[in-house]
C-alpha cells in the first residue's frame, strides 16, 4: 500500500453493506441503553430499537406476528412496535420520509433479519468457533541417536549433582527433551539412573517443574510465565470409548476465574482437551508440557489426529461396555496469582460454578452417566488426589460389597498383583484361609514422569491396615 495524496477524492470501490445493520453505541456515560437500526437502502435511515416492549396496540395478544406503526402526539413520535415485544422510534431519514404503510414493511423485514441475528449468535454461543487443533510431535529419533540423546541427559544429571550452575543447563536439556518427538528419551535416562538416586532425582524434578511452571516464548520475543493446574474429574459410560476434546468447556474459564478471584487482567485457560488416566500413562504424562505453548497460541491440544481419533470413538461408542473413567480438567493460570490456601477456600464455590459447565461441555459430546468434580490444585498434586481418591472410593466400595455375605472384615483378606497393563496392582478380596476370590478390584499408580510403583504398594498397605484388612502381594508371574 501507499500513503493516499492528502488532496485528492477518496478512491476504491466501496463494498456494499447489509441492508439492516444492527449495533450498540456509547456516550459520555457509557453504553446506551439501546440498540441502533441502520437501513442502507432507499429509504435510508437510522433508528433506536430497544426490546421487552409492552406498548398497546391492536394484534399486541394476536398468535401469530403482528406490528404497527404508531404516533405519539404530545412527543411529536412515530413508533414501530410488534408483538414480539420489540419497538423502534426516533427514526431519521436521510431522504423523504416514506409512507407510514412502507416504514412498516421495512420494519417488519428489519425484524426478520435481527431474529436471524439472534438465532446466529445463539448458534455460536452454543457451539464457539473451532480454533486450530495442533498435534504433539510423535517421531522416535533413529536409534543412534536416541543412545546419544540418553546418554547426554544422563550425564547432564550427573553433572547437576556436584555443579549447581549445571542444573540450569539440566532443566534447558530436559525441556528441550520433553518437547520433542521421543518420548523414550527421557524414560529411559531415568530408568538408566535407578542406581543413582541424587542424580535421578534431579531429573526428574526438572521434568516435573518443567511442565508445572512452564515458560513460553511467544514469536515476538516476549515471555509468559504460567502455572498449571487441573480438576480431577471422574464420570461413568455405560458405552465403550471416551472422547477428550470438549469446545464448550471455555466457558468454564470465566465462572473458574470469577470463583477463585482472578484478577481481572490476569490469564486463566481452561484446557478444552481433557486428559484421560490411560493418555497420562501412554506417555509418561510427558504431553503436558505442550499444552502452555499451544494454549498460548490460541489453539487445542489434540494428543492424536483428531479426524481418527473421533473416528475410532464414533466406532467405540456403538458397543456396550460399561466403565468408570478417571480424567483431568488443566488449567494455566499466570505465575503467582493463584495462591493454594486461598484457591483452597475457595474450592466449594469453584466446583459450584464449574460443575454444571462441565457437565454441559461434556454431554454436548459424548453421553456418560454420573460426573463428579474435585478441587483444583496444582497438576502434580491434582493427579495425586485424583488417583488416591479414585483407589479409596473403589476398593471401599468393594469391600463393603464383598464383606456384605460375611461377618466382619476380619473375615476378609487381600492378594495384590501388580499388572503393567494396568499401571496398578489387581487386588483381589477373599475370604480368609479361602482360595475362592469374592471380588476384584484395582489400586492404580499416580501417572507421573517417573512412576512410583514403591509408594503406590505402600498407599495400598497403609490402606489396608487402616480397613483391618490382611495383605500379602503375590509376584507378576511372566509367561
Given amino acids: ?34 440498540e441502533y437500526i441502520v437501513h442502507t437502502e432507499s429509504p435510508a435511515f437510522i433508528c433506536r430499537l430497544v426490546g421487552n416492549d409492552d406498548m398497546p396496540f391492536e394484534g399486541r395478544d394476536k398468535e401469530g406476528f403482528a406490528s404497527a406503526v404508531l404516533y405519539d402526539d404530545a412527543e411529536n413520535i412515530t413508533h414501530y412496535v410488534c408483538n414480539t415485544g420489540m419497538r423502534m422510534f426516533d427514526f431519521n431519514f436521510h431522504e423523504e420520509p416514506p409512507t407510514a404503510a412502507a416504514l412498516q414493511r421495512i420494519c417488519d423485514e428489519a425484524m426478520t433479519v435481527y431474529e436471524r441475528l439472534n438465532k446466529a ?17 510423535t517421531e522416535p529419533l533413529p536409534p543412534a541417536e536416541r543412545q546419544s540423546a540418553i546418554r547426554k541427559l544422563m550425564e547432564k544429571s550427573h553433572e547437576a549433582v556436584d555443579q549447581p550452575m549445571a542444573r540450569m543447563q539440566l532443566a534447558a536439556e530436559v525441556q528441550q527433551v520433553l518437547a520433542g518427538g521421543d518420548q523414550a528419551v527421557f524414560t529411559e535416562a531415568q530408568l538408566g539412573l535407578l542406581a543413582e538416586p541424587a542424580a535421578r532425582d534431579l531429573l526428574v524434578e526438572a521434568a516435573r517443574k518443567a511442565i508445572a511452571f512452564p515458560e513460553v516464548v511467544r514469536k515476538d520475543g516476549s515471555f509468559a510465565s504460567f502455572e498449571l493446574w487441573a480438576l480431577p474429574l471422574a464420570f461413568s459410560r455405560a458405552k465403550g470409548g471416551v472422547w477428550w476434546h470438549y469446545p464448550l468447556m471455555e466457558r468454564v474459564e470465566l465462572a473458574l ?21 490411560d493418555m497420562l500413562n501412554e506417555r509418561a504424562c510427558q504431553s503436558l508440557v505442550h499444552l502452555a505453548p499451544i494454549m498460548d497460541a490460541g489453539c487445542d491440544f489434540a494428543p492424536a489426529d483428531p479426524e481418527a481419533s473421533r473416528a475410532t470413538f464414533d466406532a467405540a461408542e456403538q458397543t456396550a461396555d460399561a466403565q468408570l473413567v478417571l480424567a483431568w480438567i488443566p488449567f494455566l493460570a499466570e505465575r503467582g496469582v493463584l495462591k493454594q490456601d486461598r484457591v483452597r477456600k475457595l474450592a466449594r464455590k469453584a466446583l459450584d460454578a464449574a460443575m454444571p459447565l462441565v457437565q454441559q461441555a461434556i454431554s454436548n459430546e459424548m453421553e456418560y452417566g454420573e460426573a463428579e468434580l474435585f478441587a483444583p490444585l496444582p497438576i502434580w498434586d491434582a493427579l495425586e488426589a485424583g488417583v488416591r481418591a479414585w483407589n479409596r472410593k473403589r476398593l471401599g466400595l468393594t469391600v463393603a460389597i464383598s464383606a456384605a455375605g460375611l461377618g466382619n472384615l476380619r473375615e476378609l483378606e487381600a492378594v495384590a498383583e501388580y499388572q503393567p497393563e494396568l499401571q496398578g496392582y489387581d487386588v483381589a478380596l477373599r475370604k480368609a484361609n479361602s482360595e475362592e476370590i469374592i471380588a476384584r478390584t484395582p489400586w492404580l499408580v499416580v501417572p507421573d514422569v517417573a512412576s512410583d510403583r514403591q509408594a503406590c504398594w505402600q498407599d495400598l498397605v497403609d490402606c489396608m491396615k487402616d480397613a483391618g484388612i490382611t495383605l500379602t502381594e503375590q509376584q507378576t508371574r511372566w509367561h
Fill in 257 to 277: 476465574a470469577d470463583a477463585l478471584e482472578v484478577p481481572e487482567k490476569s490469564i486463566l485457560w481452561v484446557s478444552p482437551t481433557i486428559f484421560t488416566l
Fill in 1 to 34: 500500500m501507499r500513503p493516499h495524496p492528502r488532496n485528492a477524492h477518496i478512491k476504491g470501490d466501496p463494498f456494499v453493506p447489509n441492508r439492516f445493520i444492527f449495533g450498540d453505541a456509547v456516550d459520555d456515560k457509557g453504553l446506551e441503553p439501546y
Fill in 121 to 137: 449468535y445463539a448458534e455460536r454461543e452454543a457451539n464457539p468457533p473451532q480454533r486450530e487443533m495442533r498435534v504433539i510431535p
